[in-house]
Nanobody, 131 residues
């Protein structure tokens, strides 16, 4: 079993920045995809960003393109989400999700935005943006 732990959330004003960190531990593994999802009160969990093992494939929710940036450090089993120009509508609990199941390269991008394609996730970290 893998442990996924998110950190870096907090409260910021509109226009501010936060950097979320996702640390994965437990045993040797290969995270084919690492992704970030978020869930606002009363809403469904939605995809935010994802990155493949080699970082050759990256995908973002349209509304965060140009403001958010996902990256990963495979040596540290860690992924990051740099969030700039934050808006009140970005307020949510942000979850890190990990896919360990093997996936063919042709299916990576199509799978990135789908919650059921991931195998592990953490407890989430709260991000609150005030106007």
């Amino acid at each position: 079993q893998l442990q996924v732990v998110e950190s870096g959330g907090g409260s910021v004003q509109s226009g501010g920045s936060l950097r979320l960190t996702c640390a994965v531990s437990g045993r040797t593994f290969a995270a084919y995809i690492m992704g970030w999802f978020r869930q606002a009160p009363g809403k469904e969990r939605e995809f935010v960003a994802a990155i493949s093992w080699s970082a050759n494939h990256v995908k973002y929710l349209d509304s965060v393109k140009g403001r958010f940036s996902i990256s990963r450090d495979n040596d540290k089993n860690t992924a990051y989400l740099q969030m700039n120009s934050l808006k009140p509508e970005n307020t949510a609990v942000y979850f890190c999700e990990v896919r360990e199941r093997v996936i063919t390269p042709a299916n990576i991008v199509a799978s990135m935005g789908l919650k059921h394609e991931y195998d592990y996730w953490g407890q989430g970290t709260q991000v609150t943006v005030s106007s």
